[in-house]
């Protein structure tokens, strides 16, 4: 099993920042593809980045292009989203998830979860 344990939202105004953490422990996740997603009320879960373990090779959705970026600390297992630019749009619960050795912007391609941290953006 995979733990992951999300911090680091809160409440911006737009235009600011937020940087989001995601510590991930239990069995190892070397190798592993980290991907961060988020779900606003009453929409479907969407992708909004990932990064490989090895490499640093990262994706994103178009609507966070050139605004977030995904980072990772393999020594710490930790993971990283810095999220600049923000919008009223960003508003969501998101969440990292884990668990394959490939690519995917589908949250099907993803095993384990945390449990989400909210992202507020006040316009």
């Known amino acids: 099993q995979v733990q992951l344990v999300e911090s680091g939202g809160g409440l911006v105004q737009a235009g600011g920042s937020l940087r989001l953490s995601c510590a991930a422990s239990?069995?190892?996740?070397?190798?592993?593809?980290m991907g961060w997603f988020r779900q606003a009320p009453g929409k479907e879960r969407e992708f909004v980045a990932a990064?490989?373990?090895?490499?640093?090779?990262?994706y994103y959705a178009d609507s966070v292009k050139g605004r977030f970026t995904a980072s990772r600390d393999n020594a710490k297992n930790m993971v990283y989203l810095q999220m600049n630019s923000l919008k009223p749009e960003d508003t969501a619960v998101y969440y990292c998830?884990?668990?394959?050795?490939?690519?995917?912007?589908?949250?099907?391609?993803?095993?384990?979860w945390g449990q989400g941290t909210q992202v507020t953006v006040s316009s």
């Open positions: 998830a884990t668990g394959h050795y490939y690519y995917s912007s589908l949250s099907t391609g993803y095993d384990y």
């Open positions: 239990g069995r190892t996740i070397s190798g592993y593809f």
């Open positions: 990064i490989s373990w090895i490499g640093g090779s990262t």
